[in-house]
């Protein structure tokens, strides 16, 4: 049975100023609509939930037991309208965003710092997964925007190009590669290659370049960790290429040295999506404000052109100052 929220409201003036004309001063209407009103609410219920004596009201059992529901509700009502003004004056709320491994682990980080300094009672939730699953959770709803290796056609979702990744080949620290005046790719893939699994974005990318140049590759090794195959690189098992974000640590401390391969330049787009029938509340507002006011993907620092130069920056041709990893901000 739905009840008049109307009807409720009058009740339970009436049931706290003890009579119907006290209830009427105070809502501001006449005692006959008060008393009519509250006699529709019982005969709705078929309960008596007002004794009416000389001298004001009294609760019956049902009265009293309605009563206390009408304050829970109002008291929810009250606690939700704060929180909405707490929300558009951003003193709360949550967003959740979705990434895929490498823009989980290696973009995103100083990202929602940023933001979480700015607004420090806002909650932000990562989750880190596929490009396949976090597109599905976005779509589910489970998620207020996500940022992706990959990006599969929806017409639900929008997807903008925030960064442009790029591409590196890696080797370790003395390498024999590392000697010749220039590279090819050819030459390069003589050497024991290490690869992410099948289905990574990152395989993916690499995979469709080499079909376009018609080369099949033969990985020694694959692997679900970007991490290990840094370590199994610096390790000298073999030579790898890997995503720039992923590999500037390593290169600036001298721990792996970017290979510069001629003629061959892979990158990739790393979208921005977000649900098409969603919208996007304060906080995730403030989130995109950001973004837009960070211009993100301009800002952040990536490797210099390690794949298309057609010279060793590391062979012993160039001076030994050159040899150190040099970084470059996109354009």
Known sequence: MEMNRNHLAIFQAVAEKGSFSRAAEALEISQPAVSRQVAELESKLGLRLLDRLPRGTCLTQAGILLSQYVAQI???????????????????????????????????????AEFSRRNPRIEVEIRI?????IQQALLAGNLHIAFTEGFAEDPHLRATVFYTDELVAIVPPGHALLKLPHVNLKQFLAEPLILRETGSGTRAVIESYMARAGVVLKPKLE?????AIKHLVMAGVGVAIVSGLTVQLEIASGQLKSLPIQDCRIQRP???LLASNRWSGPAMQAFLKMLAQKRYAAEMAQPANALA???????????????????????
């Open 223 to 227: 692997l679900t960790s970007t991490e």
């Open 270 to 272: 790393l979208h921005q």
């Open 74 to 112: 109002q008291a929810l009502e009250k606690n939700a309208a704060a929180a909405m003004a707490e929300m558009r004056g951003l003193s709360s709320g949550r967003i959740t965003i979705g990434a895929s491994t490498t823009i989980g682990a290696y973009l995103l980080p100083p990202l929602v």
């Open 129 to 133: 997964d596929n490009t396949q699953v």
């Open 309 to 331: 130069s057609g010279r060793n920056e590391n062979s012993t041709a160039r001076p030994p100052a050159a040899a150190k990893a040099k970084f470059r901000k996109s354009s």
